[in-house]
């Protein structure tokens, strides 16, 4: 094999799944293809998180020789506190009409996490271009959050561009000039989005204005 296609290949391994024993976990951080019985199935692990997700289904009945995979999620980060969600509802409504980002990061080592703003580019009512933020050693992304000024939240097809690469939680605020925001949160996981309709309670608390804020 040509050393570029190997290179790729230990990147990016393909383990077939044992009938007998447990997957041998992975040792670092990476990506890998499970091929298993029910399906092809993606493994990714951060130090913040580990997921499996089945990415293929056999169109055919063909009996595969491998065990069964079962779909997982390990939040290994914990809790996202939500007075960073709060501070981030402050800075977004600071910035409205105009939109705003910023990460959440985490300290695999200390088990902190800190709110750090992005490098902002360009910005105007309806959209934000930004340089991912300077983090100190050891640090990695669990949260980019991002807001939409007078908008709802959700996300649009560039920001469906703009995530397909990365493994991250993603977080818009919108209707920033109203006492109580929207909140859009999704997983997203090497092209995998994950829209989720259960909000933390801690975190719409976070994003209701406690002085009043009169909506204009």
């Known amino acids: 094999m040509n050393p570029f296609d190997s290179t790729l290949q230990r990147s990016f391994p393909t383990l077939m799944v044992p009938t007998r024993e447990p997957v041998a976990p992975m040792a670092a951080a990476g990506e890998r ?37 079962e779909e997982a999620t390990e939040l290994l980060c914990g809790r996202v506190p939500p007075e960073l969600i709060r501070t981030f509802a402050e800075q977004a409504r600071a910035a409205c009409p ?23 580019l360009s910005l105007d009512r309806a959209s934000l271009r930004y340089d991912r933020p300077q983090l100190a050693d050891g640090e990695v992304l669990v949260a980019d959050c991002h807001s939409h000024g007078h ?25 920033c000039n109203t006492a109580q925001m929207d909140v859009a949160l999704r997983l997203c996981a090497k092209g995998i989005f994950e829209r989720s309709n259960n909000i933390p309670a801690s975190w719409l ?9 009169a909506a204009t």
């Open 205 to 213: 608390d976070a994003v209701g204005d406690t002085n009043d804020y």
């Open 98 to 120: 105009n939109e705003t980002g910023a990460w959440i990061v985490w300290h695999p080592e200390t088990k902190a996490f800190r709110l750090v703003r992005v490098v902002v």
């Open 151 to 175: 908008f709802a939240a959700g996300f649009s097809h560039q920001d469906d561009e703009d995530d397909v690469f990365d493994v991250k939680f993603a977080v818009v605020l919108g209707r």
């Open 33 to 69: 293809l499970l091929v298993a019985g029910n399906g092809v199935f993606l493994e990714i692990l951060r130090p913040w998180l580990r997921i499996i997700r089945r990415i293929s289904s056999y169109a055919v009945s063909t009996a595969i020789p491998y065990g069964v995979v």
